[in-house]
């Protein structure tokens, strides 16, 4: 079965092709214009995924040799995410269904991203531990199979991603903040500075990163000087031992010998080496690079798995920012 995947989540362009689960290409357009406002500004991403798309889309076919009439199906995020954006990628999704007289599927991000790992490893068997997190989401998964998800942890507040964000704005540092903290980190001491961790009793699987900006913040205004290095390595690694802690306890709650992790920061090279160190006796996936950050080959893998089941979506699917994965 060929399947178009779209994503257009947030800042991120993208279009995907899977043929019988196997991802024939995937382009990603990174929208750079964010960069001088600190921060994805909805209005403008909008605007250039409607540019983007039908583009993309044609180059994609091309650089494959497939043409739109052979596709049989049409992936497309239909959120969590951002409104517009949102309403961008499904408005051109559902145009094009109803032009080929395909089916069509709204995709869950979420469970896109978990999925994902599938494409790292199609040995992947169930059950295992997903930690999914993203600049929008953390949280602890435990998968038993498609659609058969339960949550057992979950931030509070902000998602580690966004306290990313937030330190590297505090800090002084470009957008998107994580990729600048772990370049910064690599010259510097994260034993310099104890930063707080939030709920690590009990082994309560729950996040919360908030207090850790605050404390940042605290930190930044009452110093007259700062190693700017140390205290992004420090702030790193108190945001990287939280996520590695609770993933041990909920691997060890499940007594699961599989994990995944998935997300933008799963593209953070100091996670994957620390995870590997901590879960040394248990099989640990990251997906490439290009599968962490948003991507439609997930979107078009995971719709593939449910068009091959006889699921799709009706044409009016609305799309919805605040999806929930159960």
Known sequence: MIVLGIETSCDETAVSVSKNYKILHSEVSTQTIHRKFGGVVPEIASREHEKLLNDMVDYTLNKIKISRLEIEGIAVTQGPGLAGTLITGVCFAKGLAQGLNCKIIGVNHLEA??????????????????????????????????????????????????????????????????????????????????????LMKNKNLEFSFSGLKTSLLYYVDNQKSILKSDVA?????????????????A????????????????????????VKQTMKNKKVIFPEISLCTDNAAMIAYLGELYLQK?????????????MKLI
């Open 310 to 322: 006889g699921i799709s979506s009706k044409i009016d699917f609305p799309v919805l920012p605040n």
């Open 113 to 198: 991203h978990i999925f994902a790992n599938f494409l790292a490893d199609p040995k992947l068997e169930y059950p295992f531990v997903c930690l999914l997190v993203s600049g929008g989401h953390t949280q602890i998964w435990f998968v038993e199979g498609l659609n058969n998800y339960k949550l057992m942890g979950e931030t509070r507040d902000d998602a580690a991603g966004e306290a990313f964000d937030k330190g590297a704005r505090i800090l002084g540092l470009g957008y998107p903040g994580g990729p600048e903290i772990e370049k910064l980190s690599k010259t510097g001491d994260e034993k310099s500075i104890s930063f707080p961790r939030a």
């Open 251 to 274: 691997m060890d709650k499940t007594n699961c010998k599989s994990c995944v992790i998935a997300g933008g920061v799963a593209s953070n090279q100091v996670l994957r080496k620390y």
């Open 233 to 249: 390595a420090s702030y790193q690694a108190a945001i990287i031992d939280a996520l590695i802690t609770k993933l041990k306890w």
